[in-house]
């Protein structure tokens, strides 16, 4: 079952004034996290974008469950299918429950107000990411790493088999980034949830992901298991910086640091 | 379950008790005025305009309460209604708080529509008025746009200049109308309820304002997820071209009417959902309903103060919302829009 394909991309294309990406082709199965990582304006947001269904490819398909994403209908997209956004700017004040609530949107008749089942959905979602304490709270008033939390939540709330974030572990400190990781991860492990999550975190994607998809300027550059994409040339020369990749003397996961300035040749990656 | 969760017998109790608060002032409203009239008078010349039964009031009271007094208290709900569920639609349509259709300028739009019919046959002011609405808001949609995303602050600069223009053109041909009843253009254009429209008029006028209301309740929840912004709505299900085009339709088509029949009255778009936020919260499928029947109430105290507080003479009901519209309009700007400003910005 883990190892069902829920999300197919082939020779997935999109163009802008100035900029073009393409073509990428990967899967994604059920209970697998995928991380998109590259340089800034690398087309990472327009590819997860495209994954939700919200942008026409210009070329190519994102087939879920081997039917394309465009479409399915608005309705039962977002009910297969949550987007966790970089920033979601509210303009009134509205408390976490209901916040969490409008998950269910696409599930309610036209004029539908939410059911016990719906409520019951919305805590079970605020339980799992650990923010069933905020129910109550105004959504302004919370702090970073609660909202991004309160956040995820209503995006479980969708009870979304693709998962799709963009940038969930921005402007967190490192003890949320790792916790809000391990949930995610969690969430593929135990709910088999098909995760694809954008970042600029490299060791959090080396951490965490079983697949990462590397781009820069639009172009798939490397496809596969952290430990094949994460080959300092390769990084070198896409974020033009000069930086080693060692190895986890316990996970095996590679890391990604800074090369000391003046330093000399880079020691062979440890075993 | 700790938090509230909206119920529909909730929104049944909210839009009962405020159907009640309307009933109340309004019959209070029928007893005030250049006659004071007591209450049992009105209920006596109701009793007799619903039944037809005679010699239980005289016909002087009578005529007061059912010709005069009744047409325009009935006017202010209708007008009232429309214009704070306008608002409401307005400021989730261009997700901005601040947003009204005086403010933007769609009701300067709807009367010089209105005006301009006057040139031709003046039972199509409505149908002008709603053209100049639909207008006025795509122009200021359009201006108010910065590389094509809607900015907070540009959308009401935007929405200000677009109303002096239109007030500048109204002006102008107001010197061509000048031969007419000035006096009367220039309440109007200030907003007025004293001319209400005749009985079978104002049933027209009433019911597509009512279908204008329905149809923007009809999309309440999903006005609740467009304010977080289209992408993040349509990720979550909504169908935003058709959200935004049913609230533009409606609010505008409710905006042109208000107008066609009572000018310009500014403020109550604002005042009456920012009120009803504050005291109901903002999910829209509540805040349509308790705004439509709040605005209501809003208007018909405005109207009653604007036709007693000179008495015999009267004042304009929308110089009596500036007055008392202004300054919360200040005091939103800098507490709400600030807040809406910085998490956009964040």
């Known amino acids: ?271 | 379950m700790t938090a509230a969760v909206l119920t529909r017998t909730h929104i049944v109790r909210v839009c009962l008790t405020l159907s009640g608060v309307l009933f109340l002032l309004s019959f209070a409203a029928l007893l005030v005025g250049a006659a004071d009239l007591p209450a049992k008078e009105v209920g006596a010349a109701l009793w007799s305009g619903l039944t037809g039964a005679d010699g239980i009031v005289s016909m002087e009271h009578r005529a007061i309460v059912l010709n005069v007094r009744l047409p325009r208290i009935l006017l202010a709900i209708i007008v009232g209604a429309a214009l704070s569920v306008a608002g409401a639609g307005y400021q989730a349509l261009l997700r901005n708080p601040l947003a009204d259709p005086f403010v933007l300028g769609v009701s300067s739009g709807a009367a010089l529509g209105a005006l301009f019919s006057l040139f031709v046959a003046s039972v199509l002011a409505p149908a002008a008025a709603f053209l100049g609405a639909l207008a006025t808001i795509a122009a200021v949609y359009y201006l108010g746009q910065r590389r094509a995303e809607l900015a907070p602050y540009t959308l009401l600069l935007a929405g200000i200049v677009v109303a002096s223009f239109l007030s500048g053109l109204i002006v102008f041909l107001l010197y061509w109308l000048s031969g007419r009843d000035l006096r009367g253009f220039v309440f109007w254009l200030m907003g007025d309820l004293s001319n209400p429209p005749a009985p079978m008029a104002m049933l027209w006028l009433g019911l597509v304002i009512l279908g204008a209301i329905a149809a923007v309740y009809y999309v309440a929840g999903d006005l609740n997820l467009l304010l977080s912004g289209e992408t993040e709505a349509e990720a979550l299900g909504v169908n935003v071209r058709r959200t935004k085009m049913v609230v533009y339709l409606a609010a505008s088509l409710a905006t042109g009417l208000a107008v066609s029949v009572s000018g310009s009255i500014g403020y109550v778009g604002l005042l009456v959902p920012h009120l009803v936020r504050l005291i109901f919260g903002s999910d829209y499928r509540l805040l349509v309903p308790a705004a439509a029947l709040s605005g209501a109430v809003v208007m018909v105290a405005a109207d009653t103060l604007a036709r007693t507080v000179l008495a015999p003479s009267e004042l304009p009901v929308g110089a009596v919302m500036a007055l008392a519209g202004a300054p919360v309009f200040i005091y939103l700007l800098r507490t709400r829009l600030a807040a809406g400003a910085e998490g956009a910005a964040r």
Not at chain 1, 156 to 173: G, I, V
Request: proline content about 7%; some cysteine.
């Open chain 1, 1 to 271: 079952m883990s190892e069902a394909t829920l999300l197919e991309v082939r020779q997935l294309s999109y163009a802008y004034p100035n900029f073009h990406l393409g073509a990428v082709n990967f899967s994604l199965h059920r209970g697998e996290l995928l991380a998109i990582v590259g340089p800034n304006a690398s087309g990472k947001s327009t590819l997860l974008h495209l994954l939700a269904g919200l942008l026409e490819p210009q070329a190519g398909a994102v087939l879920i469950d081997g039917r394309p994403v465009r479409s399915l209908p608005l309705r039962e997209r977002a009910c297969r299918i949550a987007l966790v956004q970089q920033e979601s700017p509210l303009l009134f004040p509205i408390r976490v429950l209901p916040f969490v609530l409008q998950g269910r949107h696409a599930r309610l008749g036209m004029l539908g107000l939410e059911t016990p089942q719906d409520v019951a959905v919305a805590h079970r979602a605020l339980d799992i990411t650990r923010s069933g304490a905020l129910a109550d709270r105004l959504v302004q008033e919370l702090s970073g790493g609660e909202r991004q939390r309160v956040v995820l939540a209503r995006a479980l709330a969708q009870q979304p088999e693709l998962l799709l974030l963009d940038e969930p572990t921005l402007h967190l400190d490192i003890g949320f980034q790792t916790e809000l990781m391990r949930l995610v991860q969690g969430l593929a492990r135990r709910e088999l949830h098909g995760i694809a999550l954008v970042t600029h975190e490299l060791n959090l994607a080396a951490e965490f992901a079983d697949t990462v998809l590397l781009l820069r300027q639009g172009r798939p550059l490397r496809y596969g298991p952290p430990a094949e994409v994460f080959e300092r040339e390769l990084l070198e020369e896409v974020f033009a910086t000069e930086l080693d990749v060692l190895v986890h003397p316990e996970t095996g996961r590679p890391r990604v640091v800074l090369r000391p300035e003046g330093g000399g040749a880079p020691e062979p990656k440890a075993d």
